[in-house]
């Protein structure tokens, strides 16, 4: 928040006095329910410590933020100045076990940082800024907004950690507030759908360093209850608020900053996705021409005894079968993915409507895509990879083969509905955000991507 002025009296205050107080305060508070720390609990807490490091504060008013921080293992501090000598001064007055680690500044010259005490928790090796890569903005998008993402305003600062055998990553954030003009209250909507997007492809993403993902800290949450428009955003893709009873509070001391009682701390968990629906009329597969087979199979580069070939017109259920384990992989419902791959034409005739390409490693299938010519546009239509292939270059072949047949065909822009679990593929293939789907048989919008197939190779 902008730097307000320190006020112009001072508050006198003993400093046993106020620790003797804060000490009895779990006691006398039970309904906060603070717990004590033990060996079987990691206490998370989050803080925005208002202006801290813009004005002068007291050496006692450093003691007592300390000792609210002590009572935690781990606690993210937002509004943290680029000047450090407010956070530095708290890491001063806590024990010498607890360690300070903290981002560099960005919008309001804000940094974002942890403090934890390195003996219950140890930090792993994945530290940075969160942002969303350009080519990808567009996907952060919701109904009712009329402005543009153009990113984040303060990058959300990202740390893992691990506590025993539990791994996982907090994700520190002080979203942007601005004003309540309409333009400023859609910027704010689509910063934290950005946050609920990029924890959900995270969570996802069987390459994550590590997949449990938290974010915390200052959302600007009107209210933390569903008809939000902004809550509504944060929890629109799994992202769950824990039940908690905190209130919101104002430290004694005004030029001290508040203490965000809100424990805005969401965890990430798989929804079931909606169940398709059995009675929706199912689209017929237009007739089309057979296409021309590409020839007799060809080793693909870098993966030995991998070849590409064109679909065989009895092998139908095997591609069907790699289809539903590589949606699966990604952890949707097991039925709903199933309802989903039985609408597929995976028939001799529907294999010969398209162009299909099939990577088979001595003998079996282990993946395939499917290309639609469609005059100066081809759509790539499936790319399923058989799980254990996921990584190793196989997905990666067969995006190159389909987009050079389509150069072939005649077409000079590829494009596809991505999955959103593969857009980090899809964008190092040289894809690129063309614009959102229709609803899809998941009930969600997804990004469309292109390739423009006159530029250079895909990556």
């Given at each position: 928040m902008p730097p307000f002025p320190k006020p112009?009296?001072?508050?006198?205050?003993?400093?046993?006095?106020?620790?003797?107080?804060?000490?009895?305060?779990?006691?006398?508070k039970p309904d906060r329910k603070i717990p004590r720390k033990s060996r079987d609990k990691l206490l998370v807490g989050t803080w925005n410590i208002a202006n801290l490091g813009?004005?002068?504060?007291?050496?006692?008013?450093?003691?007592?933020?300390?000792?609210?921080?002590?009572?935690?293992?781990?606690?993210?501090?937002?509004?943290?100045?680029?000047?450090?000598?407010?956070?530095?001064?708290?890491?001063?007055?806590?024990?010498?076990?607890?360690?300070?680690?903290?981002?560099?500044?960005?919008?309001n010259q804000e940094r974002q940082a942890f403090l934890f005490d390195s003996r219950k928790v140890r930090r792993l090796k994945e530290v940075g800024r969160l942002s969303i890569p350009p080519s990808l903005l567009g996907a952060i998008k919701l109904p009712g907004t009329k402005t543009q993402f153009p990113g984040f305003d303060r990058g959300p600062y990202l740390a893992s950690f691990e506590?025993?055998?539990?791994?996982?990553?907090?994700?520190?954030?002080?979203?942007?507030?601005?004003?309540?003009?309409?333009?400023?209250v859609d910027r704010r909507t689509l910063e934290t759908f950005a946050v609920a997007w990029w924890a959900d492809q995270k969570h996802r993403d069987t390459r994550s360093y590590v997949p449990e993902i938290l974010p915390l800290g200052d959302f600007n949450l009107p209210k933390s209850a569903p008809?939000?428009?902004?809550?509504?955003?944060?929890?629109?893709?799994?992202?769950?608020?824990?039940?908690?009873?905190?209130?919101?509070g104002v430290l004694a001391r005004p030029h001290e900053g508040s203490l965000h009682g809100r424990d805005e701390r969401l965890r990430l968990r798989r929804r079931p996705l909606p169940r398709l629906v059995a009675e929706a009329a199912r689209q017929p597969v237009p007739e089309l021409r057979p296409l021309p087979h590409l020839g007799p199979p060809s080793p693909v580069g870098g993966v030995p005894h991998l070849m590409l070939r064109p679909a065989r017109p009895e092998e139908g259920e095997r591609l069907r079968e790699i289809a539903i384990a590589?949606?699966?992989?990604?952890?949707?419902?097991?039925?709903?993915?199933?309802?989903?791959a039985a609408q597929g034409d995976f028939s001799p005739a529907g294999l010969a409507a398209k162009v299909f390409l099939v990577a088979e490693e001595e003998g079996r299938a282990v993946g395939f895509a499917s290309l639609i010519p469609q005059g100066e546009?081809?759509?790539?239509?499936?790319?399923?990879?058989?799980?254990?292939?996921?990584?190793?270059?196989?997905g990666s072949e067969l995006f190159r083969a389909c987009a050079a047949r389509a150069r072939e065909l005649g077409a000079k822009r590829l494009e596809w509905e991505a999955e959103p679990n593969a857009a980090g593929f899809y964008e190092r293939m040289g894809g690129r955000y063309a614009r959102d789907s229709e609803p899809t048989a998941f009930g969600r919008v997804i990004p469309v991507m292109e390739l423009d197939l006159e530029a250079a190779e895909p990556g």
């Open positions: 112009r009296f001072d508050y006198q205050y003993d400093l046993d006095r106020e620790l003797a107080a804060l000490r009895d305060y779990p006691r006398e813009v004005q002068d504060r007291l050496d006692t008013d450093y003691a007592l933020i300390a000792e609210l921080i002590g009572w935690f293992d781990l606690v993210a501090v937002q509004e943290v100045n680029d000047d450090l000598r407010g956070i530095e001064a708290i890491h001063s007055k806590l024990p010498s076990r607890y360690d300070l680690l903290f981002s560099d500044a960005s919008g506590c025993g055998s539990f791994r996982f990553s907090l994700l520190n954030v002080h979203l942007f507030y601005g004003s309540p003009k309409a333009s400023d008809g939000d428009r902004i809550f509504d955003a944060l929890c629109s893709l799994g992202l769950e608020v824990p039940p908690h009873t905190s209130q919101i590589a949606k699966s992989h990604w952890g949707y419902e097991e039925e709903a993915v199933r309802s989903w546009v081809a759509v790539l239509d499936d790319l399923w990879i058989e799980p254990p292939w996921i990584g190793r270059g196989v």
